[in-house]
T-cell receptor, first 115, second 113 residues
Framework: AQSVTQLGSHVSVSEGALVLLRCNYS??????LFWYVQYPNQGLQLLLK??????LVKGINGFEAEFKKSETSFHLTKPSAHMSDAAEYFC?????????????FGGGTRVLVKP | ETGVTQTPRHLVMGMTNKKSLKCEQH?????MYWYKQSAKKPLELMFVYNFKEQTENNSVPSRFSPECPNSSHLFLHLHTLQPEDSALYLC????????????FGPGTRLTVT
């Protein structure tokens, strides 16, 4: 069974500072990995995805993530936080052996941006 | 309308009521999903439909009954719910393959009284 662990349910950063959100996965096969963001009272929106191409993946809003097989990690970063980055972020792994696209989500990390 | 839409956005129902949640996707996808999002709990996959056929039921109680009449529409029929069923119910759709990302609707905030 696949699983995703997000270290830190809450992260507080200052505006302009580095944002680092940690994600570790467990999968019996090479995974497909996703980062989603959820703003208040909204559904989830895709930030970026890794599907076996380049290990450094660039996404929307200045975010990027690096797939490290040896560390089973897919951490999300943004060099300079903006107030609009305040949201909850979810890492997810895809079960390639399931019909369709079954995602297993981590518990989420809520980001607070301080002015 | 574009993307994935859900109605209603908010629903309050008593434990003896019957109600339905509706999801519609305008993206030409073949897979649709229901998720439950509760406070302090990870996002829980409830049901998966591929080409209108249910391919996943994640041990969901029978008081939740999904229906997928076509690839664009997904319903969640609710009856005799419990207060612990209060949550945000999210619908999503995707292409039929593991590399395809899921597109989410805004959710229905359900309160069971």
């Amino acid at each position: 069974a696949q699983s995703v662990t997000q270290l830190g349910s809450h992260v507080s950063v200052s505006e302009g500072a580095l944002v680092l959100l940690r994600c570790n996965y467990s999968s019996s096969v090479p995974p497909y990995l996703f980062w989603y963001v959820q703003y208040p009272n909204q559904g989830l929106q895709l930030l970026l995805k890794y599907t076996s191409a380049a290990t450094l993946v660039k996404g929307i809003n200045g975010f990027e993530a690096e797939f490290k097989k040896s560390e089973t990690s897919f951490h999300l970063t943004k060099p300079s936080a903006h107030m609009s980055d305040a949201a909850e972020y979810f890492c997810a792994v895809s079960d390639k052996q399931a019909a369709g696209n079954k995602l297993t989500f981590g518990g989420g990390t809520r980001v607070l941006v301080k002015p | 309308e574009t993307g994935v839409t859900q109605t209603p956005r908010h629903l309050v129902m008593g434990m003896t009521n019957k109600k339905s949640l509706k999801c519609e996707q305008h993206l030409g996808h073949n897979a649709m999903y229901w998720y439950k999002q509760s406070a302090k709990k990870p996002l829980e996959l409830m049901f998966v439909y591929n080409f209108k056929e249910q391919t996943e039921n994640n041990s969901v109680p029978s008081r939740f009954s999904p229906e997928c009449p076509n690839s664009s529409h997904l319903f969640l029929h609710l009856h005799t719910l419990q207060p612990e069923d209060s949550a945000l119910y999210l619908c999503a759709s995707s292409g039929a393959g593991a590399t395809y990302e899921q597109y989410f609707g805004p959710g229905t905030r359900l309160t069971v009284t």
